[in-house]
């Protein structure tokens, strides 16, 4: 079956750090550009960073850059996003996705079901 | 920031259509795709660069492009398409992806 699941969520206080993983099943993960898409509760979808398919580019959201890093271990069939610095408005959940277009124009074919960030003293 | 604004709500009977508008000052140089959501449940891509079907997608559903705004309509409104719909596309440079505020679409 092809899906992304996502790990690490979890509480965590302001200002701490945090390591999400997202592991792939029943496709090429490394054919694939991937993107981290949060969602705040009750809240719309923001998107949050991208990286290439062989992991030598990626790209932030303003509201994380400088604080969050993407990174991917093809090897492994993983990707990661660590969070660092993290602040309230960083509780969300946290959805992997992958990116079919291999270009600038991304759209997103598969998502994890997420995992729940809550940053809270 | 570069923002992609949708009406927040819209209501359809069933069996009518609904269309849903996304506009965006780069939508006329850069494609859009359209996500439903229901509740507690992860995303679900309904419409690609534009107008493009994914796989298993039920053909109701169909996007189209003109100018500054992108529409997602729905044709033959059925009780299980009520969900908030999202837009989603990328910035000038290309590097930074958006997504609309999106649109609760109710069915009476």
């Known amino acids: 079956e092809v899906q992304l699941v996502e790990s690490g969520g979890g509480l965590v206080q302001p200002g701490g750090s945090l390591r999400l993983s997202c592991a792939d099943s029943?496709?090429?993960?490394?054919?694939?550009?991937m993107h981290w898409v949060r969602q705040a509760p009750g809240r719309g979808l923001e998107w949050v960073s991208r990286?290439?398919?062989?992991?030598?580019?990626?790209s932030y959201a303003d509201s994380v850059k400088g604080r969050f890093t993407i990174s991917r271990d093809n090897a492994k069939n993983t990707l990661y996003l660590q969070m660092n610095s993290l602040r309230a408005e960083d509780t969300a959940v946290y959805y992997c996705?992958?990116?079919?277009?291999?270009?600038?124009?991304?759209?997103?074919?598969?998502w994890g079901r997420g995992t729940l960030v809550t940053v809270s003293s | 920031s570069y923002e992609l604004t949708q009406p927040p709500s819209v209501s359809v009977s069933p069996g009518q259509t609904a269309w849903i508008t996304c506009s965006g000052h780069?939508?006329?140089?850069?494609?859009a795709h359209w996500y439903q959501q229901k509740p507690g449940q992860a995303p679900v891509l309904v419409i690609y660069?534009?107008?493009e079907r994914p796989s298993g997608i039920p053909e109701r559903f169909s996007g189209s492009s003109s100018g500054t705004t992108v529409t997602l309509t729905i044709s033959g409104v059925q009780a299980e398409d009520e969900a908030d719909y999202f837009c989603?596309?990328?910035?000038?440079?290309?590097?930074?992806?958006?997504f609309g505020t999106g649109t609760k679409v109710t069915v009476l």
């Open positions: 660069k534009d107008s």
């Open positions: 989603q596309s990328t910035d000038s440079s290309g590097n930074y992806h958006v």
């Open positions: 029943g496709f090429t993960f490394s054919n694939y550009w």
């Open positions: 780069t939508l006329p140089k850069q494609y």
């Open positions: 996705v992958r990116d079919p277009s291999g270009f600038d124009f991304s759209w997103f074919d598969l």
């Open positions: 990286i290439n398919n062989d992991g030598s580019g990626a």
